[in-house]
């Protein structure tokens, strides 16, 4: 029956409670982020006003003028690239390997190694990083992006291999049948017939992955000395003495920091729904 006919006072109710609590989780969620980009474009001398002054107060360039003006936030970000990129471009490509393997061919022991590699993907950073440091010293990879790229794959390798193993379950064998009836070897199928259809699920996972790394703070206080990636870099900002803490350049810094990856959701937004929700419903 229709609600909003036969009891519609009931129905605007619902339907106010509904979008208060919309708005109530929206402005719970996007608060933080609007008062930090407030925040960046006010001068150190506005952020003790009261609230409404503060919002009120002129707006300045300044901050962003001297975070992108700074050598070592530069180079955070460069760093903060070349590892991300890195270490979504192995994870991805052994990734799909694994996945490939795990979600297609048979064999003994394939549900332990599923369930090995989701303990991994939980296992908690701080539980492996005496180890890790062991390793990443003996092998001369201290202070190095390549030491710090193998340690980050440490969680996107599992986190891709999971993700990517139902959607491959989830694509009809026909399309590896006819691969092969054609004369296609294994690799070919993989590369010329099931990345083109994984294509959503490789975007979905590589940026989620790619967000994980960059914003990676543990392992890149830990293993590198100067080459600081841009987490690093931001937690270390000081001001001109040791009371001061410069508030307004730590967050144009954070703002310049999100962008990148506010424009990767915007660009692949299609992709990731598709990716998302591939593998949830069985036709």
Request: positive net charge; glycine residues 6%; without cysteine.
């Amino acid at each position: 029956m229709n609600l909003k006919r036969t009891n519609p006072g009931l129905f605007y109710l619902q339907r106010t409670l509904f979008y208060l609590l919309v708005i109530v989780i929206a402005v719970y969620l996007l608060f933080p982020f609007a008062w930090a980009v407030l925040t960046s474009f006010r001068r150190a001398a506005d952020l003790f006003l009261p609230p409404l002054q503060f919002i009120a107060a002129p707006t300045t360039i300044d901050n962003y003028t001297q975070v992108l003006n700074n050598p070592s936030f530069r180079r955070g970000l460069l760093f903060s690239t070349i590892v991300a990129v890195g270490a979504v471009a192995v994870s991805l490509l052994f990734g799909s390997f694994a996945a490939y393997a795990l979600g297609r061919f048979r064999f003994r022991g394939k549900q332990f190694i599923m369930y090995i590699i989701l303990a991994v993907s939980v296992f908690p950073q701080i539980a492996v990083l005496g180890g890790l440091f062991t390793l990443i010293t003996r092998f001369g990879l201290f202070d190095n992006p390549i030491g710090l790229m193998v340690s980050y794959l440490i969680f996107t390798i599992p986190f891709t291999v999971w993700v990517l193993t139902s959607f491959v379950r989830d694509i009809p064998g026909e399309l590896e049948e006819a691969a092969l009836v054609d004369g296609a070897s294994p690799l070919q199928t993989l590369f010329r017939v099931l990345f083109p259809v994984m294509m959503p699920a490789l975007v979905t996972t590589g940026l989620l992955a790619f967000i994980n790394a960059w914003n990676e703070y543990l392992f890149a206080l830990t293993f590198m000395s100067t080459n600081r990636t841009v987490p690093v870099v931001i937690a270390n900002y000081s001001g001109a003495s040791q009371f001061d803490q410069p508030w307004g350049p730590i967050m144009a810094a954070s703002i310049v920091v999100t962008i990148p990856l506010i424009a990767l959701v915007l660009i692949f937004q299609r992709n990731i729904v598709s990716g998302l929700t591939a593998g949830a419903v069985k036709g």
